[in-house]
């Protein structure tokens, strides 16, 4: 059997038809959009193909959508650019984050920002009475994930974004994980601004894209051209943005159908580990991504799992894919209340738009050949 990968939460292949679209735009169609000549013109209209597409996923107008590099470009500039238009003030997060917004967080000066991490309850789940009792009167921003990358908990996130209406607060979502997974619609969710990434949703890596509602004050992060309605400066990857849109279109096009697939998939995988002895689930067991499940299995140390499955063919992981290498445990698992020894024993397994039900029926196999031999060995 061939290697079979179950890291769709680390990055996912690039769809063939996503390949197709973005071919020409490597050689034939290869203008700079900012140009006034019909190179200029043709690339100019993909991008403006592309930013529909985006839009469209998110319930946005194009307008609203600006492109990026990625996720952790669209999270910087989304807390740097509030941060330099406000001067000063509040900002709440949580403390299961994606690096990309807590990094960007610390990174603000000390003395003129001040920071509220909120913790989360067992499943991984804020509270939005939380986020409420957090808020002060120079709050300038929230930030709270959609969906999270290891333990696939959706967050409530239109009842986060209805408090921030109301209170008059600025509501940003890193959505990464969820676009192109979840239905979302910014209009409904109370949503300002949202960050997603290609990479996750098919596309190519380094694509990405930034929502910000109309009216919304924030500074550009890079500076030094008119890109981007003066936003975002520096040449646009034509082929990236492509290939972006299209992954949108696709994602939203199949998501219902993919999603009650993956749901059927995640179900007998679970099914047939689940009588692992020591196995827990960690993260939300209803309110979860549809190819999310991040398993727990006492006495049974992840470095030690990973390395046997990968031995027998099987790409998981214990985590983000940011933090591979770290010798820390999972800064979600801790917020969630596990002790450094529990966390880890995480194993990530998330499937996607290639995974089969022999791969998911092979990999419950090896998983609990894996463990066996394991505690046999110790």
Not at 235 to 241: A, L, Q
């Amino acid at each position: 059997m061939k290697p079979v990968y179950l890291d769709y939460a680390a990055t996912t292949p690039v769809d063939e038809r996503v390949v197709a679209a973005m071919l020409p735009y490597f050689t034939q169609h290869f203008g700079n959009p900012s140009s006034l000549y019909s190179f200029g013109r043709e690339a100019r209209r993909a991008v403006a193909v592309a930013r529909r597409q985006v839009a469209s996923l998110l319930g946005a107008s194009p307008e609203e959508i600006f492109f990026t590099s990625g996720g952790s470009e669209s999270d910087n500039w989304l807390i740097k650019g509030v941060a330099a238009a406000c001067g000063h003030g509040h900002i709440v997060t949580t403390a299961v984050e994606h690096h990309a917004v807590l990094r960007a967080c610390e990174a603000l000066p000390k003395d003129r920002f001040a920071v509220t991490y909120l913790s989360v309850d067992d499943k991984g789940r804020v509270a939005p009475e939380d986020v409420e009792a957090a808020l002060r009167p120079d709050t300038i921003l929230v930030s709270v994930m959609m969906a999270n990358n290891e333990v696939g908990t959706v967050e409530p996130i239109a009842s986060i974004g209805a408090i921030c209406r109301q209170r008059g607060v600025p509501f940003h979502t890193d959505a990464v994980q969820a676009a192109g997974h979840l239905p979302i619609d910014v209009e409904k969710l109370n949503v300002d601004a949202l960050s997603l990434s290609g990479h996750k949703l098919y596309g190519p890596k380094g694509t990405g894209a930034l929502y910000m509602r109309r009216g919304l004050a924030v500074k550009p992060l890079i500076c030094g051209g008119e890109q981007e309605r003066s936003q975002r400066a520096g040449t646009e990857n034509v082929p990236g943005i492509v290939g972006l849109g299209q992954a949108a279109e696709l994602a939203r096009e199949e998501m219902a159908v993919e999603t009650k697939r993956l749901l059927a998939l995640r179900a007998t995988l679970w099914q047939q580990v689940q009588a692992i002895p020591g196995m827990t689930l960690n993260g939300d067991a209803e309110h979860r991504l549809p190819g999310n499940l991040n398993l727990a299995i006492s006495g049974i140390d992840q470095e030690t799992l990973l390395i046997k499955l990968d031995l027998m063919g099987f790409a998981v992981s214990a985590g983000s894919a940011c933090s591979a290498g770290s010798l820390e445990p999972s800064h979600v698992l801790l917020a969630m209340g596990q002790s450094p020894d529990e966390a880890r024993t995480a194993l990530r397994v998330t499937l996607g738009r290639f995974t089969t039900e022999a791969e998911v029926t092979a990999f419950a196999a090896a998983l609990r050949q894996a463990v066996a031999e394991i505690r046999h060995a110790s």
